[in-house]
């Protein structure tokens, strides 16, 4: 319990230290052969929206952390995507845990491809807790901006509805993942993926509504 306390004040003391120059958020780097990297400007572009619309005080450009580092304590959200592959090892499962019983929050994009990989590597983190749909009723869909939907479908991939599940400790969303959605594909570069405006708006306003959840805005 001291050390969650102390993990917990890190996180906090961090937060409220970067306040004058932005809160820095970041990309989590992982093994197993994924790609990671995948959507290079989608959180830059989200910082950019975020900072101009919802009045955060986001540090411009994102970081790039392993995701057993202890580094990770010092970013309040921070974002996992990609296609591919994702192997924790013992050190990291234990490393993220600590992260999200500490007040941390991830948010993980399915880049199509991701989905066996991810929920079998979460059930090593918490072993004991399911994946849990969220209603399109969760506060996460009504911050500025109203989906009344729920998750909006940016990419159509599978043709399956998009999904958003999370994963709750004490009733605190500690891990939102976006599935058959794609949010990071809509928050790139216009050229990237040539999205109608109107839908890149959409995912964009979708990435604002978890930011300002997050950092309750």
């Known amino acids: 319990m001291r050390i969650l306390l102390f993990l917990f004040t890190i996180l906090i003391g961090n937060t409220i230290a970067a306040q004058n120059q ?25 910082i950019k929206y975020c900072n101009k619309n919802i009045k955060t ?11 057993g580092s202890p580094e990770i304590f010092n970013f309040p959200y921070v974002e996992l995507t990609g296609h591919g592959n994702i192997i924790l090892s013992e050190s990291e499962t234990i490393n993220l845990k600590l992260y999200l019983e500490a ?9 199509y491809g991701l989905d066996k990989y991810f929920r079998r590597e979460i059930k090593k983190v918490f072993p004991d807790k399911d994946l849990i749909e969220l209603p399109p009723s969760h506060p996460i869909f009504h911050q500025k901006y ?7 479908k940016i990419h159509e991939h599978d043709g399956k509805p998009a999904q958003a599940f999370g994963i709750f400790i004490d009733d605190r969303l500690v891990c939102l993942y976006t599935y058959e959605c794609d949010l990071g594909d809509g ?8 999205d109608p405006a109107e839908l890149r708006e959409k995912a ?4 604002a509504n978890i930011i300002s959840f997050v950092f309750g805005q």
């Open 22 to 46: 932005g809160v820095k958020i970041a990309l989590i780097k992982y093994n197993g052969g994924g790609d990671w990297y995948s959507d290079p400007t989608a959180l830059p572009n989200l």
């Open 57 to 67: 005080n986001i540090y411009p450009e994102p970081s790039t952390i392993d995701i």
């Open 103 to 111: 007040g941390g929050f991830l948010h993980v994009d399915d880049n």
């Open 146 to 152: 109203d989906f009344n939907n729920g998750l909006p």
């Open 187 to 194: 928050w790139e570069d216009p050229e990237v993926h040539k």
């Open 204 to 207: 964009l306003k979708m990435g």
